[in-house]
């Protein structure tokens, strides 16, 4: 893809990303996002062919972020127990906060079924 569809890409995720914090995954349609971004609905899908592309495209890219700051902490050799802000075990943490704050907002609004959200960040987590 060109640099200018990456970027557009961006744009596409950066304002979907909000659309999908306001009004949860469900209520979001390909017309609210063609809205936001002013793009037709035909620019919208020469990018994206759905919503649920779009939102897998950024957890992903939230999922590989944190995976990175992982490695890249391994590949300094921080210790994996320390009391630092900077230590794996703190890595961990913050994922799983993040992860469970995401299923509890899910349950919240209904797009998710009722589960223990602990349970299913560590299935997320080990399934990888």
């Given at each position: 893809?060109?640099?200018?569809?990456?970027?557009?890409?961006?744009?596409?995720r950066?304002?979907?990303?909000?659309?999908?914090?306001?009004?949860?995954?469900?209520?979001?349609?390909?017309?609210?996002?063609?809205?936001?971004?002013?793009?037709s609905?035909?620019?919208?899908?020469?990018?994206?062919?759905?919503?649920?592309?779009?939102?897998?495209?950024?957890?992903n890219?939230?999922?590989?972020?944190?995976?990175?700051?992982?490695?890249?902490?391994?590949?300094?050799?921080?210790?994996?127990?320390?009391?630092?802000?900077?230590?794996?075990?703190?890595?961990?943490?913050?994922?799983?906060?993040?992860?469970?704050?995401?299923?509890?907002?899910?349950?919240?609004?209904?797009?998710?079924?009722?589960?223990?959200?602990?349970?299913?960040?560590?299935?997320?987590?080990?399934?990888?």
């Open positions: 893809m060109s640099l200018k569809g990456d970027k557009t890409r961006q744009i596409i950066e304002k979907a990303y909000q659309l999908f914090a306001q009004k949860g995954f469900k209520e979001v349609t390909m017309k609210d996002i063609c809205a936001s971004t002013g793009l609905r035909g620019g919208l899908y020469r990018h994206y062919e759905s919503t649920e592309q779009i939102f897998l495209e950024i957890v890219a939230f999922s590989n972020r944190q995976k990175d700051e992982v490695f890249t902490k391994i590949e300094q050799r921080i210790p994996a127990i320390s009391k630092e802000d900077n230590s794996i075990t703190r890595q961990y943490e913050t994922s799983k906060s993040t992860w469970i704050e995401l299923i509890n907002y899910g349950i919240g609004t209904k797009e998710f079924n009722p589960v223990n959200p602990e349970s299913v960040f560590h299935v997320i987590l080990f399934a990888y």
